[in-house]
């Protein structure tokens, strides 16, 4: 059982929740929801131990794992390594132990250190922790071929699993999941969903994907202004069950209004009369009846529109004799296509088919093998938005500075209109870049990219992180954008409504189909 007593968090006058009092039972598959910034991933960390509540206390299983919202934090660790370190006393015990061994120091204290190491080494059961950790890759789908690659070079999907296996190296009571989802395939999230299934212990899982909550929770706690609270069901019966909380509300508080309006009639005629008496009661009356706060609905749309600054010439891009290979085979061969100003290309394949590698093959941040080409036309200003942006907005500064610097000549009413639109209101602008919630940095570069008015979008899965409502304010800005876009992504719903031509990836090829996504999938299905 994982409980949480009392527990307050505030941030910088914000606060996130107050006194919640709440538990998750083994057995049960708790989904922890509400919009970007509501406090999902500052709740799981109280959760896991890593940051300490203002107040109250959380006691959990004794063997807690944790995937963090951040995918990239271990880019720099092989993927064999990064599974060990989820059992981290016996990862410091074994790095501390080779440093000494790779030093050569023989000194007595050496040794004495060397000896209690090599204690925690075998009570974690470290000379079988290689073999175990090879073993648990293998059960999630990742051959041994790929265990010494570093996570860096590993796809969306296969990064997931390996972090999934980290979290279940040392078979953990409780799991918690920080947005697993993303970046993932249809056919990953399925497997997800049943690996899901079999697990007996407490797990509590954030996503913004509405049909995987559905699919997989018992149960939904909700995060909506400053309190938690439980739900039995899945996502939709969640809403469902608000929906009806705020309709029963308007009720009662419309029927108190019309008693109110009747009395203060009343009042308002006899005031000056003689029935005194009566007029004081009421005058009591309507004090008590002040109507109830309707819970505000936390659920906020932002304003997404890309503008261009100055039009492309009509020819954008010609991609000729594209070949890639990374030395497993290609990932494809002799791609050509040529693209025209307003075409909005969707970027479709699976985990691991190459469509970041494509995208950077566009931006030249990555070099076409052979003789390939790629020339970009007269005029055209491109934009990039990469899959993994943990570091694209430096810390130590305030985000209106942030935004502003990328255009020193914009005023202020720019950039606080910008600002705004993305749901960064009041004080936001003096909010910190390194406090960014996933779903509020990827605003962020949205506001650089609309301030930038590129007349090229190449976009990377753009929705990871996203709530439903951002989701849905992005497929609509795209749809609107003038420029030419290239956009990667699973989103079947930005596909549908924002993409006039789609690049599908598989076995090597790609294939180049002049209409929409739904036109696609009558065609060749999914
Ligand atoms: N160290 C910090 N200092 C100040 N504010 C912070 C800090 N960490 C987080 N915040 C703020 O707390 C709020 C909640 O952040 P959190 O990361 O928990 O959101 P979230 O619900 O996980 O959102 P998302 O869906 O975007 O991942 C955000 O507004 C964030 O800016
Ligand atoms: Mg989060």
Redesign the pocket.
Known sequence: MLTVANVSKT??G?K?FIDVTTSFAPGNRYGLS??????????MKILEGALEPDDGSVSRPRKTAYLK?DQSAYNEHTVLDTVMMGNAVLWEAMVERNKIYESGDESDEAGMRLAELEGVVAEENGYMAESEAEELLQGLGIPGELHQTLMSEMSGGNKVRALLAQALFGAPDCLLL??PTNSLDLDTIEWLEEFLYSYGGVLVV?S?DRRFLNDVCTHIAD?DFETIITYPGNYDDMVRAKAAVRERQLMQNQAREKKISDLKDFIAKFSAGTRATQVQSRKKMVEKLAPADVKRSNIARPFIRFEIGRESGKHVVDVEHVTKDWGEGPLYTDFRSHVNRGDRIGIIGKDGMGKTTLLKLLTGEYKVDGKGKIEWGHETNVGYLPQEHEDTIEPGKTIDRWLHDYKPQADLEEIRGLLGRMLFRGDDGL??T????????VRMLFCKLMLLKHNVLVLDEPTN?L?LEGCSALAEGLAEYKGTLFVATHDRNLLSEACTRIWRIRDGEILDFQGSYDEFVERYGH
């Open positions: 941030y910088s914000k996130l509400g919009p970007n910034g509501a406090g999902k991933s500052t709740f919202q920080d947005e954030i913004h995060i909010k910190q390194k406090t960014l919630s996933g779903g509020e940095r992180h709530d």
